[in-house]
T-cell receptor, first 116, second 115 residues
Framework: AQSVTQPDIHITVSEGASLELRCNYS??????LFWYVQSPGQGLQLLLK??????LVQGIKGFEAEFKRSQSSFNLRKPSVHWSDAAEYFC??????????????FGKGTHLIIQP | DAGVIQSPRHEVTEMGQEVTLRCKPI?????LFWYRQTMMRGLELLIY????????DSGMPEDRFSAKMPNASFSTLKIQPSEPRDSAVYFC?????????????FGDGTRLSIL
């Protein structure tokens, strides 16, 4: 069975500083990986996805993530955060055809706090 | 385009009552997923459907939970009888299983409180 670990429950970053959120996965085959963001009282919005090919994937809102098979990691990065980036971030792994036909396994989330 | 639509957004009811959560997937999507989010357990997959057929319900916590998808545009998640430990946010998501590399799109959730 697959699993996802997000080691950081909370992260505080100053506005304008760079950001990296960590994600480690466990899955026996080629994983399909996702990052979602959740604002308070809202659903989950897809930031980016990795299925195959280039290991550095670009997403919305200036986010990117890098898939490193040797480290079983899929860390999320942003060069300069904005106050509006404060939210809960979830890493997820999917099986089968890439999450479209199979359920996702989520990490517990990282709560991002932006300080002025 | 309309996203995944869930209703109600909030539900407060007393223990023992029947609760029905509703979901309308994105038009054209043929996979539908129900997730539950709690502080203790995070986001958990409860059940999912492909082409209206339940594929995996191993995440449904107890027989008190049931889900149906009578047609491609509607699904329900029912809890009967409800208990305080069922309090959570329930999310519905949809995707296209016919096209490769398609992510899931989530609704805004139903926040359920069982008193």
């Amino acid at each position: 069975a697959q699993s996802v670990t997000q080691p950081d429950i909370h992260i505080t970053v100053s506005e304008g500083a760079s950001l990296e959120l960590r994600c480690n996965y466990s899955y026996g085959a080629t994983p399909y990986l996702f990052w979602y963001v959740q604002s308070p009282g809202q659903g989950l919005q897809l930031l980016l996805k990795y299925f195959s090919g280039d290991t550095l994937v670009q997403g919305i809102k200036g986010f990117e993530a890098e898939f490193k098979r040797s480290q079983s990691s899929f860390n999320l990065r942003k060069p300069s955060v904005h106050w509006s980036d404060a939210a809960e971030y979830f890493c997820a792994v999917g099986a089968g055809s890439g999450g479209g036909a199979d359920g996702l396994t989520f990490g517990k989330g990282t709560h991002l706090i932006i300080q002025p | 385009d309309a996203g995944v639509i869930q209703s109600p957004r909030h539900e407060v009811t007393e223990m023992g009552q029947e609760v029905t959560l509703r979901c309308k997937p994105i038009s054209g999507h043929n996979s539908l997923f129900w997730y539950r989010q709690t502080m203790m357990r995070g986001l958990e997959l409860l059940i999912y459907f492909n082409n209206n057929v339940p594929i995996d319900d191993s995440g449904m916590p107890e027989d008190r939970f049931s889900a149906k998808m009578p047609n491609a545009s509607f699904s329900t998640l029912k809890i009967q009888p409800s208990e305080p430990r069922d309090s959570a946010v329930y999310f519905c998501a949809s995707s296209s299983a016919d096209r490769v590399h398609q992510p899931q799109h989530f609704g805004d959730g139903t926040r359920l409180s069982i008193l």
